[in-house]
């Protein structure tokens, strides 16, 4: 079955040469430009874009900004960047919108345009659906030769991302541990600013996967099963730890000082942990984000605020909730302070100043936080196959508490289950957390078990 083109919050996303091609990413370009000018209808507009390493990326940037300045608007071509780096810019510049090509963390045959608005966030779902009509529906009116968009080069982005992040830190403590760092960036957007951080930072630092080729070295997703190479790597260099990135940069893994991958998830807790013994103030998540930062937050005295998936959501929640910390479980850190996207960067530099100023390992402060057991898994799934599954599941977990925002997650005494549909995949993720493995399996055998009965 031909996998159909998504259009979502997360912007589009689809497989190159076969939903996603030069001629849809130019409309895609019209439509967000035709969107960008109604909102702001006294003023030129200017959008900055970048990309990640893809080799797809260079078609699709040139499509889309050939659609930004055919209806009118500027563009400021940032070449090869991170999606946080092109955040950090987007605002920096005063620009009213940003446009990342990348497919963050999936696989190479897909690209997609990510899309900001002039607050650094994704936009909300209603303005995805504005845009979407705009598409959908071709409502936009091209320039004319004088008044069509002009594009300018910037190549300061980095430099911009990299004073940022070290902002919220203490270099020159970091710096004095002269941490060994191994660094995985997967061919993508990470590898050059990453290494000039953490040179910035006195690291002593074993990098691989750093050239930005788009050629994934591995699958390109930061899991524990497209990283055993590297936990080799980090543990035969008696490396103090180790970051795993994905190709926009946007996610961290981390692995050990002892060549052990202790779970996405401790990426954000440990963060968590260091900013809320810091200082008093809340927290941000979202529902398939683990309970270890429920723990953190109330040890400090904090509150924890769920949202759907989706950073945007995550970041709305944060300013809402005076919240100083928040992200997402799959390895996403966002800190207002940078901006208001998961950011890598933000990550690797916020454990690395925990490590300085506790004197600890990594694998000591891994240890010092309650784990539970997680699993997560998926598969494909239509919008239909996936509405039954879900009121199925509401059948058989009647029980539960449930939380309808972001397809169903249900709460449990000792542990809770999300089950949703993905806003970049045409797939149903189903995640599950309890104190205990075969507790955690059950629950997701549950809903295998619903999904196998429905597409008999």
Known sequence: MTEQLIISISGMRGIIGENLTSPIALEYGCAFGAFLKDRNPESKITVCIGMDSRPSGYMLKSAVTAGLTSVGVNVIDL??????GAGVSLRELGCNGGVIITAS???????GIKLLLDNGMAPSPQAAEEIKFCFVEKNFTYSDSVN???????????????????AIIDKNLIASKNFKVALDSVNGAGGPITKKLLAILGCDIFAINDEPTGIFAH??????DNLKCFCDVVKNKNA???????????????????GRYPGEEYTLALAA?????????????????????????ANSGSNVFRTPV??????????????????????????LRVGPIRDSLTGIALILQMMAETGK??????????????????FNADKNLAQKIFDSAKETFSNATINSSDGIRFDFDNAWLHVRSSNTEPVVRVIAEAPDQPTTRKYIDTILEIKDDLSE
């Open 79 to 84: 070449g090869l960047v991170t999606t946080p």
């Open 105 to 111: 963390h999936n696989p190479i045959k897909y690209n």
């Open 148 to 166: 069509c968009g002009k594009v300018t080069f910037d190549n300061q982005a980095d430099e911009r991302h990299i004073n940022k992040v070290l």
């Open 219 to 224: 699958t390109p997703e930061p899991t524990a």
């Open 240 to 258: 103090d730890i180790g970051f795993a990135q994905d190709p926009d940069a946007d996610r961290l893994a981390i692995i050990d000082n002892n």
């Open 273 to 297: 942990k260091y900013i809320l013994s810091k200082n008093h103030g809340n927290a941000a998540a979202n529902l398939s984000t683990s309970r270890m930062i429920d723990d953190i937050a």
């Open 310 to 335: 989706g950073e945007a959501n995550v970041a709305n929640a944060m300013a809402e909730n005076n919240c100083i910390i928040g992200g997402e479980g799959n390895g996403g850190v966002i800190d």
């Open 361 to 378: 390992s990594i694998s000591q402060l891994t240890s010092e936080i309650k784990s539970y057991c997680m699993i997560k898994e998926k």
